[in-house]
């Protein structure tokens, strides 16, 4: 049984950084694609980040790209997000997931595993 948890969340002021982890379980994190999304109120859960399962290669929304960093410790098999030059736009729940197949998409309905994900609220 694959379990994904989230930690890391909280409220920073805009400008400010926070690291998310996500801890894997039942399924290490080098098997298959890993990935970041976000929620905030009243909208879809949207793309972050992945990396994959292979050479570890990443993938950013536009919205975070040079900002946010996805990377893994293998020996945890733990996925972090490091988030810097935080914005109140960033402010939502994170979800770490992860693919039962290779490759990287970015809808939802492609991820099959889910966190309960971690509140980050970025002030203004």
């Known amino acids: 049984q694959v379990q994904l948890v989230e930690s890391g969340g909280g409220l920073v002021q805009a400008g400010g950084s926070l690291r998310l982890s996500c801890a894997a379980s039942?399924?290490?994190?080098?098997?298959?694609?890993m990935g970041w999304f976000r929620q905030a109120p009243g909208k879809e859960r949207d793309f972050v980040a992945a990396?994959?399962?292979?050479?570890?290669?990443?993938r950013y929304a536009d919205s975070v790209k040079g900002r946010f960093t996805i990377s893994r410790d293998n020996a945890r098999n733990t996925v972090y997000l490091q988030m810097n030059s935080l914005k109140p736009d960033d402010t939502a729940v994170y979800y770490c997931?992860?693919?039962?197949?290779?490759?990287?998409?970015?809808?939802?309905?492609?991820?099959?595993?889910w966190g309960q994900g971690t509140q980050v609220t970025v002030s203004s």
């Open positions: 039942g399924r290490t994190v080098t098997a298959y694609p």
């Open positions: 990396i994959t399962s292979s050479v570890g290669l990443t």
């Open positions: 997931a992860q693919r039962r197949t290779a490759g990287i998409l970015t809808s939802t309905p492609h991820w099959d595993y």
